[in-house]
C-alpha cells in the first residue's frame, strides 16, 4: 500500500509539473473580480472572433491554444493538448489532444475540431496568423483516434511553436459561418477557456467576463471574473493602478521604480522581464557596413549601459549578449566558450575603436573627422522610428558618442510604415530596430539572418533588412529546422552564435522588457521575474490566461 501511495503521489507531482500548476499553498481563497486595464489605446471590440488579427484583446480567456509556450524561457503548459511527438524522421508531428473538455455551450471538444481549426486557416489565408500554412512545409492535419498528425513535405521542427499556440474554434460552430474573415462572433463565443464572455460595451471600453463552471482544469480559475476597463494613455492607465481601481495593466512607464513600485513596495509589482532586444542595423550590404572590423568599432564606441540607464531607467539588467540570446535562455542555448569575446564585444572602448579603424585605414583629419581610405569624410544616417521615445534616446547619445570617434551622425525619424519600408527596400545606414520574442533563439536568428527573407538593396526584404548572409549560418538553421534532437539544435545554435562574434552583423544595444504592472493589495500569485512562469501581456498577450488560472484573493 505504502508502494501504491508512493507512485500516486510521485505521479500526481509529475502531472502538477506537466501541467504548469503553481502552488501558493493549500488555503486557496476563491472569488472576487479583477479589475483588468486594457492596453492604452486599444480598446474594446466588437470582433470576438479569435482568428482574426482586429479581435478583441482578451480573446485568450474563452479561446484556448493546444499548449503554452512560454516566450520567456521556452516552459510548455499542456492546454488543450496533453503532449506531443515528432516522427517519420520528422515529417510528422502527433498531437494528443486531451479527453473531457467542452465548449461552454456544452459540446464535447474533440480532434476534428483541431483539424478543423487548421483546415480554415487553409482555405483563407488571411486568417493564418502565425503563417503555419505560408511555410508551404505542412502539407496535411488529420485526426487519428485522440491524435492530431501534422505531416509536412519536409521537416520543420521550429513550427511547433506556432502549431501549438493556435488558438482552436469549434467545428460545431463555425462550419456554419459562410464567411469567417468577416464573421464578429461577438455575443456568447463558443470556446474551451476559462471564462464566459458576459458583456461588452464598445463605447465605454468595458468588458465583462465571468467564470465558467464546467472549465475542463479543475479547481481553476480561483477567481469568479474579470472587468476589463480601458485607460486612452499610458498616463491614465499608471493613475488608475495607483489608484486601485484596476489590479493588472501593461504601460510603459518612465521611472517605474519609483513611479510605481516605491508608492507602495508590498504591493506594488512591476514584471518587466527581458522579452527581446534592441538592435543597431547596419546596412551590411554597402561600404562601410560590409566590413566586420568597422562594424567592431562602432560596437565599441557604444556605452550600452548608458544606453539602458537613459531610455530604460536601468530595468532591462545591462546583461546583453551580442549572441542575441536573452538572459533566460542562456542557460539553455549559449556557448559559454564565447563568454569572453562576447563582454569585449559588448564593452565600452572608444580607444580600442580607434585602433580598429586605424588597422584598415580610417584616421581622423585635422578637424577631428574620420576619413575613410579612400580620402572621404565619413557620415552616417540613423533611422529611428518616430515618436519612439527610447529610440529617439538612444539614438541621441549615440549620435554624440560616435563624433568622438570622428563620425557624424544625423538621427532621421520616420513614421512607422515609412521606417519599416525603409529597411526593407535598404534605404538606410544604420537604424534601430526591435527584436523578436520567441521560444528560442532560432527564431530570431531565422528572422534576421535567413538569406530567403534578404534582397539586394531597391528590391524589398522580408525581415533580413541588414542583408547579411552567411553560408554556416543557413547550413545551421536548415540543421536546427531538421533535427528534434536537443543537442544537436544546440549545436546548430552555437555555429550560429560563433559567427556573430566573428562577424557582428548586427549590433545587440539593451535588453528590451515587457512592461506589466500587477497591484496585490486584492490578489496574489502574479508572475514575478523569480517566477515567470507566464509572461503575462508580453508577446500578444497569450500568456495572461494562464495569469488568470493563477491569481487568487489575498
Not at 510521485?10 to 502552488?23: A, D, E, P, R
Request: aromatic fraction near 12%; charged fraction near 15%; proline fraction near 5%.
Amino acid at each position: 500500500l505504502k508502494q501504491e501511495m508512493k507512485k500516486t503521489m510521485i505521479l500526481l507531482v509529475v502531472s502538477m509539473l506537466i501541467l504548469g500548476i503553481f502552488m501558493f499553498g493549500e488555503n486557496i481563497k476563491y472569488g472576487g473580480t479583477v479589475n483588468f486595464g486594457a492596453w492604452p489605446g486599444v480598446g474594446v471590440a466588437a470582433n470576438f472572433n479569435p482568428l482574426s488579427p482586429n479581435a478583441d484583446m482578451s480573446i485568450m480567456f474563452v479561446y484556448e491554444p493546444l499548449m503554452y509556450i512560454n516566450s520567456l524561457n521556452g516552459a510548455i503548459t499542456p492546454m488543450l493538448a496533453t503532449s506531443y511527438k515528432w516522427e517519420d524522421s520528422n515529417l510528422k508531428m502527433v498531437v494528443t489532444i486531451r479527453k473531457d473538455v467542452k465548449w461552454n455551450d456544452d459540446v464535447p471538444f474533440t480532434p476534428n475540431d483541431v483539424v478543423f481549426t487548421f483546415n480554415l486557416l487553409k482555405k483563407y489565408p488571411s486568417l493564418d496568423l502565425w503563417g503555419v500554412w505560408t511555410s508551404t512545409t505542412l502539407q496535411d492535419v488529420s485526426a487519428s483516434g485522440d491524435n492530431v498528425i501534422f505531416t509536412f513535405s519536409k521537416p520543420n521542427v521550429p513550427m511547433v511553436f506556432f502549431i501549438l499556440r493556435q488558438l482552436i474554434v469549434p467545428a460545431h460552430i463555425w462550419s456554419e459561418v459562410k464567411d469567417p474573415t468577416t464573421f464578429v462572433n461577438a455575443d456568447n463565443p463558443v470556446g474551451t477557456g476559462p471564462f464566459l464572455r458576459t458583456s461588452y460595451d464598445v463605447a465605454n471600453n468595458t468588458e465583462y467576463f465571468s467564470k465558467n463552471p464546467n472549465y475542463w482544469w479543475k479547481g481553476r480559475p480561483y477567481v469568479d471574473g474579470i472587468r476589463e476597463i480601458l485607460s486612452m494613455t499610458n498616463e491614465g492607465a499608471l493613475l488608475q493602478m495607483l489608484k486601485g481601481a484596476v489590479d493588472v495593466t501593461d504601460i510603459a512607464i518612465a521611472d517605474p521604480l519609483h513611479t510605481w513600485v516605491a508608492k507602495d513596495s508590498q504591493n506594488n509589482l512591476m514584471f518587466w522581464p527581458v522579452i527581446s532586444e534592441n538592435y543597431l542595423l547596419l546596412n551590411d550590404a554597402k561600404a562601410p557596413f560590409d566590413n566586420a572590423t568597422f562594424r567592431k568599432a562602432i560596437s565599441l564606441a557604444i556605452n550600452k549601459k548608458l544606453l539602458e540607464d537613459r531610455a530604460y531607467w536601468g530595468t532591462g539588467g545591462y546583461d546583453i549578449s551580442q549572441t542575441q540570446i536573452i538572459p533566460a535562455q542562456r542557460a539553455e542555448w549559449y556557448d559559454t566558450n564565447l563568454a569572453s569575446e562576447d563582454v569585449y564585444l559588448c564593452s565600452y572602448n572608444p580607444t580600442e575603436a580607434q585602433k580598429l579603424l586605424e588597422s584598415i585605414g580610417y584616421a581622423k583629419n585635422s578637424a577631428g573627422v574620420l576619413v575613410s581610405p579612400d580620402g572621404k569624410t565619413v557620415a552616417i544616417n540613423l533611422l529611428v522610428g518616430a515618436g519612439l521615445t527610447d529610440q529617439i534616446t538612444m539614438a541621441q547619445n549615440i549620435s554624440q558618442e560616435l563624433e568622438k570617434i570622428g563620425i557624424k551622425i544625423t538621427m532621421v525619424q520616420q513614421s512607422t510604415n515609412t521606417f519599416l519600408s525603409s529597411l526593407a527596400l535598404g534605404n538606410y545606414d544604420m537604424a534601430i530596430m526591435w527584436g523578436v520574442g520567441a521560444s528560442n533563439p532560432f527564431f530570431v536568428y531565422n528572422t534576421f539572418l535567413n538569406p530567403s527573407f534578404s534582397a539586394p538593396i531597391g528590391q524589398s526584404a522580408i525581415s533580413n533588412y541588414s542583408r547579411y548572409t552567411n553560408p554556416d549560418i543557413t547550413k545551421a538553421l536548415n540543421d536546427f529546422m531538421a533535427s528534434s534532437d536537443p543537442s544537436g539544435q544546440k549545436q546548430a545554435m552555437y555555429t550560429i552564435e560563433k559567427v556573430l562574434l566573428d562577424d557582428l552583423p548586427m549590433i545587440v544595444l539593451t535588453n528590451r522588457t515587457g512592461f506589466d504592472l500587477y497591484s496585490q493589495k486584492r490578489f496574489v500569485g502574479w508572475p514575478t521575474i523569480e517566477n515567470p512562469y507566464s509572461n503575462g501581456f508580453n508577446n500578444y498577450g497569450l500568456g495572461m490566461e494562464l495569469v488568470m488560472l493563477n491569481i487568487h484573493l489575498k
